[in-house]
């Protein structure tokens, strides 16, 4: 399990990503809350990393960069838009965590194949498994 720490850095940088676009939409911040709460970081806490950077930290594991790449995938698709500056900053935050460029495209690419662009997770998982292999 993931520290305080690291909890309130995932979101914070979830929080930076739905900003992409200057605002973060109530389903953005409906879906933030969600993931909160699933992180066992109550509301308050939650809303006061709106106001307030926290130290960013690389998630641990391959395992765990990959969770937070498809958060962050199913963050972009969650209001329903996407935008040219959200792709590319999602492939930059790929990047930015070490995972391999190739399989950042393709979940890119078959994220369009599902209803509301939102990715299985055992789809995802292959993606990545066979870009290791």
Do not use: C, W
């Not at 950042?104 to 870009?131: C, G, S, W």
Request: aromatic share 6%; hydrophobic share 45%; proline share 5%.
């Amino acid at each position: 399990m993931n520290s305080l720490k690291e909890k309130l850095s995932i979101l914070s940088e979830m929080i930076a990503f739905a900003r992409t676009d200057h605002e973060i939409k109530d389903a953005e911040y409906d879906f933030l809350l969600g993931v909160a709460a699933l992180l066992g970081v109550d509301k308050a806490a939650f809303d006061t990393l709106l106001d307030t950077k926290v130290e960013k930290i690389m998630p641990k594991t391959q395992a765990e960069r990959i969770l937070q790449f498809h958060r962050l995938v199913l963050l972009m698709n969650v209001d329903q838009e996407q935008h040219q500056l959200e792709i590319g900053k999602l492939h930059n935050v790929g990047l930015g965590m070490g995972l391999p460029p190739s399989a950042i495209e393709q979940v890119l690419t078959v994220m369009h194949r599902y209803p509301n662009k939102v990715v299985p997770p055992d789809v995802l998982i292959n993606i990545f498994k066979a870009h290791y292999n």
